[in-house]
């Protein structure tokens, strides 16, 4: 995919069906980018609605993850500010404790060629395990110890449990992060935005 552009990337992912075998809704690739974003959102893959929506996070767990960052719809939404670049970038369909994993083929094909082309990112947020292996090294034991130790990577890459509402039960255990991260990603996030 050498000498590739962003735009002709794009088509390529949006037709994607490599794993259309083994997804149960199809293959309907969800990918929020622009050259001149500043922050990067590495999720996990899109949940159902955001399947049938085709808008990324159009679900309760971006509802959490705005709330979170402390930003409207708007600036969310809006691509030259805000890469949203799931692991997967299908639905992966449901299995007995939520959702499925990404589909490992979605990140081993198209990940390395769009990040390449985003060079204006001085943000990045990793949700879930699947982004957090993929994006720190060495890797994390778990979700938590990567959310623990948040400042080794600060100020470029942040990471966060899934703002999923299943994950009630690990905010309740883990309140120092309400308290003390979220104001200090609400602050990093606004400087980033106010800096373009």
């Not at 390529?12 to 959102?41: F, K, N, W």
């Not at 992966?92 to 094909?109: E, V």
């Not at 947020?125 to 994390?140: D, F, N, T």
Request: some cysteine; glycine content about 6%.
């Amino acid at each position: 995919m050498e000498n590739v552009n962003l735009e002709a990337l794009l088509v390529d992912i949006r037709r994607c069906t490599l794993c259309e075998p083994y997804l149960p809704l199809g293959a309907r690739p969800v990918v929020q980018v622009h050259r001149d974003a500043s922050i990067l959102i590495a999720g996990q893959a899109p949940g159902r609605r955001v399947h049938a929506s085709g808008i990324p996070f159009d679900d309760a767990s971006g509802d959490r993850l705005r709330q979170w960052m402390g930003v409207a719809r708007e600036i969310f939404y809006d691509e030259c500010r805000i890469a949203i670049v799931p692991m997967g970038f299908c639905y992966p369909g449901t299995g007995p404790h939520g959702d499925l994993p990404p589909r490992p083929q979605c990140a081993a094909t198209w990940r390395a060629a769009l990040l390449s082309l985003l060079p204006h990112i001085q943000l990045t947020l990793v949700i879930g395990k699947y982004a957090q292996e993929y994006h720190m090294l060495p890797r994390p034991d778990s979700v938590t110890a990567a959310v623990v130790n948040w400042q080794e990577r600060w100020p470029h890459l942040i990471a966060l449990p899934h703002p999923s509402p299943r994950n009630h039960r690990w905010l309740r255990q883990n309140p120092w992060f309400e308290a003390q991260l979220l104001p200090r990603l609400r602050d990093r996030v606004s400087v980033v935005l106010q800096g373009r």
